[in-house]
């Protein structure tokens, strides 16, 4: 079964950091373009970050540039490093192979 499992998202006060991790399994991870995608309360969903499969191809939305650090390890994962958060960055954040396979999503909330 092709699945992608998030994690690592929780409550940062404003300059805090978070790491997002997202697991993959069930398919070729490494043949795969993979995103980080947002979802904010009454929002729609905003793109965030991608990588190539080689890893060496990072991705940034003008939102996030330089503060977001996305990469991806040998083993079946990707990470998204949030550094200098903001309240605008809390959403819900899914890892996403484009279009269709999506995971569940971490909540990240940025409040003092």
């Known amino acids: 079964e092709v699945q992608l499992v998030e994690s690592g998202g929780g409550l940062v006060q404003p300059g805090g950091s978070l790491r997002l991790s997202c697991a993959a399994s069930?398919?070729?991870?490494?043949?795969?373009?993979m995103n980080w995608v947002r979802q904010a309360p009454g929002k729609g969903l905003e793109w965030v970050s991608g990588?190539?499969?080689?890893?060496?191809?990072p991705f940034y939305a003008d939102s996030v540039k330089g503060r977001f650090t996305i990469s991806r390890d040998n083993a079946n994962t990707v990470h998204l490093q949030m550094n200098s958060l903001k309240p605008e960055d809390t959403a819900l954040y899914y890892c996403?192979?484009?279009?269709?396979?999506w995971g569940q999503g971490a909540q990240v909330t940025v409040s003092a």
């Open positions: 069930g398919f070729t991870f490494s043949n795969y373009y």
């Open positions: 996403m192979i484009h279009p269709t396979i």
């Open positions: 990588i190539n499969g080689a890893g060496d191809t």
